[in-house]
Every structure is written in C-alpha cells, then in structure tokens.
C-alpha cells in the first residue's frame, strides 16, 4: 500500500468510525457521554494515521 491509498482509507476509516460510534451511542440512549467518547476515539485514530504516515517510508 502506497502513502496516498493510506491516507485516503485512513481518513475514510476514520469518519466512518466516528459515525458508526455516535449512531451506537445515539441508540443506546449515551448521548452526552457518547458524543465526548466517540471524538476521544476519533482523535486517537487521526493521530495514529498521522503518525503512521509521517513514519511512512521508514
């Protein structure tokens, strides 16, 4: 896999899991709590990709 397809399935990946969690959440009837732990995860998964692309060619 080359540094643009990573980058493109990451981003991808990443909203697409923010919104799975909130709509998870959202049934579940956590939505406060849901809606700081769905972006807690969304922060952790952007800075990972970020940090695996920035380490990409190593």
């Known amino acids: 896999m080359n540094k643009q397809t990573f980058e493109v399935a ?3 990946g990443s909203v697409l899991l923010l919104v799975l969690m909130c709509v998870m ?11 700081v732990i769905s972006l807690l995860v969304f922060t952790l998964v952007v800075s990972a990709a970020g940090f695996k692309l920035a380490n990409f060619g190593e």
């Not at 959202?26 to 809606?35: E, K, L, P, Q, V």
Request: hydrophobic fraction near 50%; glycine fraction near 14%.
């Open 25 to 35: 959440f959202d049934r579940a009837g956590a939505t406060a709590i849901g809606s």
């Open 10 to 12: 990451a981003s991808i």
